[in-house]
């Protein structure tokens, strides 16, 4: 019982001990390179199996450093034998995430053939990228319910066209009228409500920085326009 009693007093000291040298380093990486961040804040710290590399999360993305914080080293690190991009990697594990937790009933959903693949798309009616998606990607894509938060990020004036889009009889015919034919809805009466400002801090907390994002079921992103072949290539990854 004794000798017990003392491997746990021990391993107890360990464990403080190495927590303590953690927290010690992760106070100084955080003093050398948060200055130098142009007022981004460090948001954790993780020891990596790198060459003695420490990942640094910064407004989700990730950056490496020494554990003195004397180098940082903005990059990508690439597996040498298969190529894989660990870095892509563990930036898409972080910023996953739980589909059914967007509030769908602010998005104007659609749905092609049997509808049973979903994802959802943050654009901005004024994004020529988005435009494009819609008009090749998007419009070819079937069997899929595509679900759209109008996320206006680029000028005043994309609230008003959303705005006219959401109060519209048929907001899913409205929206591809806009994007794809360049037709614009009618002018929405004053009364109408809109999720509009929901939208918008919605995609602040999921730190969309662009139009158009492309969330899948499995809580994954890709940021940009892709073509049909890709979409296709990811939605078949989820089966």
């Not at 001990?17 to 955080?30: F, P």
Request: one cysteine or more.
């Amino acid at each position: 019982m004794l000798k017990t009693k003392l491997a746990v007093l021990l391993a107890t000291g360990l464990i403080t001990s190495c927590v303590g040298a953690q927290n010690a380093v992760e106070a100084t990486i955080k003093k050398a390179i948060e200055p130098r961040l142009g007022g981004a804040k460090i948001d954790s710290i993780k020891e990596t199996p790198y060459s003695g590399l420490y990942e640094l999360r910064v407004a989700g993305d990730i950056l490496y450093t020494d554990k003195k914080g004397e180098y940082l080293v903005i990059g990508h690190v690439y597996d040498a034998k298969t190529t894989r991009d660990l870095t892509r990697e563990r930036i898409d594990d972080i910023n996953k995430i739980k589909f059914s937790d967007l509030p769908l009933g602010d998005a104007i959903k659609q749905v092609k053939g049997d509808g049973k693949r979903v994802i959802a798309v943050f654009e901005d009616p004024n994004c020529g990228y988005c435009k494009r998606l819609r008009q090749t990607t998007l419009k070819n894509l079937d069997n899929v319910t595509i679900y759209t938060f109008m996320y206006n990020i680029l000028s005043e004036d994309s609230f008003a066209k959303s705005k006219n889009i959401w109060c519209a009889p048929d907001r899913s015919k409205a929206w591809d009228d806009w994007m794809i034919s360049g037709k614009a809805a009618p002018a929405a009466a004053a009364s109408c409500e809109t999720p509009n400002d929901k939208v918008l801090a919605l995609g602040q907390k999921l730190r969309i920085q662009g139009t158009p994002a492309i969330f899948f079921a499995d809580g994954s992103r890709i940021p940009g326009a892709v073509d049909q072949k890709t979409l296709e290539t990811k939605l078949s990854s989820l089966k």
